[in-house]
């Protein structure tokens, strides 16, 4: 993907030799035009990031993710379809505020993140990665969960309540849910990842939430005990032999 003009390459090694010059510039020397951007962490292949982009072309979209043989599949897809506001990023989530500036960025998509189970401060719903997010995303920016876990749906609940942040919409089965159509966008009821028409097929519920963040509300963590997951993604089972965790 080093051919690829849609693609930046910075894992975590990477940065601390050659820094991200375009923090800051996305729109003016990528994009160049003054929409919206919207980030989707954990993008895996990236054809939700692509998909969205196709459905609205008055916004830039860009996919975040560590593992590039992954990535290339949407990367590639795009340069294909001639889109021209979708661009990629390969780096940890764990330095993501190093590539944005304050207020660069509107909204954020979590698509099917690891619930992390054993460990909050890696979920990327947590308050943890909250607080980073609060430093490029604008004040009271929107950030939507898609997940198959109920642990994290569940956890992510919790962590809202509890910060007192700001909740448009939580269902527990996006697709059945007849309030759906009302409350989210129609790409969020069509677009569909690969692993998500997996997750359907075998018969999950796909849980969706909306809510904002504002920069003012001092963050804490719940703590609050959560039935784990049956199983720790598609075809795998738990590993740990604790029933709960917080």
Same mark, same amino acid.
């Given at each position: 993907?080093?051919?690829?003009?849609?693609?930046?390459?910075?894992?975590?090694?990477?940065?601390?030799?050659? *820094?991200?010059?375009?923090?800051?510039?996305?729109?003016?020397?990528?994009?160049?035009?003054? !929409?919206?951007?919207?980030?989707? $962490?954990?993008?895996?292949?990236?054809?939700?990031?692509?998909? %969205?982009?196709? !459905?609205?072309?008055?916004?830039?979209?860009?996919?975040?993710?560590?593992?590039?043989?992954?990535?290339?599949?949407?990367?590639?897809?795009?340069?294909?379809?001639?889109? &021209? !506001?979708?661009?990629? %990023?390969?780096?940890?989530?764990?330095?993501?505020?190093?590539?944005?500036?304050?207020?660069?960025? #509107?909204?954020?998509?979590?698509?099917?993140?690891?619930? #992390?189970? &054993? !460990?909050?401060?890696?979920?990327?719903?947590?308050? @943890?990665?909250?607080?980073?997010?609060?430093?490029? $995303?604008?004040?009271?920016?929107?950030?939507?969960? &898609?997940?198959?876990?109920?642990?994290?749906?569940?956890?992510?609940? @919790?962590?809202? =309540?509890?910060?007192? %942040?700001?909740?448009?919409?939580?269902? =527990?089965?996006?697709?059945?849910?007849?309030?759906?159509? $009302?409350?989210?966008? *129609?790409?969020?009821?069509?677009?569909?990842?690969?692993?998500? #028409?997996?997750?359907?097929?075998?018969? $999950?519920?796909?849980?969706?939430?909306?809510?904002?963040?504002?920069?003012?509300?001092?963050?804490?963590?719940?703590?609050?005990?959560?039935?784990?997951? =049956?199983?720790?993604? @598609?075809?795998?089972?738990?590993?740990?032999? %604790?029933?709960?965790?917080?």
């Amino acid at each position: 993907m080093d051919t690829y003009g849609n693609v930046f390459q910075y894992p975590f090694s990477t940065y601390e030799e050659h *820094p991200f010059t375009m923090q800051g510039q996305w729109r003016s020397v990528y994009f160049k035009n003054d !929409n919206p951007i919207v980030l989707e $962490l954990g993008c895996g292949k990236g054809e939700y990031a692509v998909e %969205l982009a196709r !459905n609205y072309p008055d916004k830039n979209f860009i996919g975040v993710d560590i593992k590039g043989a992954r990535m290339w599949t949407g990367a590639t897809q795009a340069l294909h379809d001639g889109l &021209k !506001n979708v661009a990629f %990023l390969r780096t940890n989530i764990e330095i993501i505020d190093r590539f944005f500036t304050a207020d660069e960025v #509107q909204e954020i998509w979590l698509t099917f993140s690891d619930p #992390q189970m &054993k !460990n909050p401060r890696k979920r990327l719903t947590s308050t @943890y990665f909250m607080e980073r997010y609060r430093r490029f $995303l604008t004040d009271g920016g929107t950030i939507h969960l &898609k997940t198959d876990s109920n642990f994290l749906f569940t956890y992510t609940t @919790y962590m809202t =309540e509890k910060n007192g %942040l700001p909740i448009d919409f939580r269902t =527990e089965d996006l697709y059945h849910d007849e309030r759906s159509a $009302l409350n989210v966008e *129609p790409a969020t009821l069509s677009v569909q990842t690969y692993y998500e #028409q997996m997750w359907i097929a075998r018969g $999950l519920n796909i849980r969706y939430m909306r809510w904002h963040l504002p920069h003012s509300i001092p963050l804490a963590e719940p703590d609050m005990e959560i039935e784990l997951d =049956e199983y720790r993604s @598609y075809h795998r089972t738990k590993r740990s032999s %604790l029933d709960k965790a917080k």
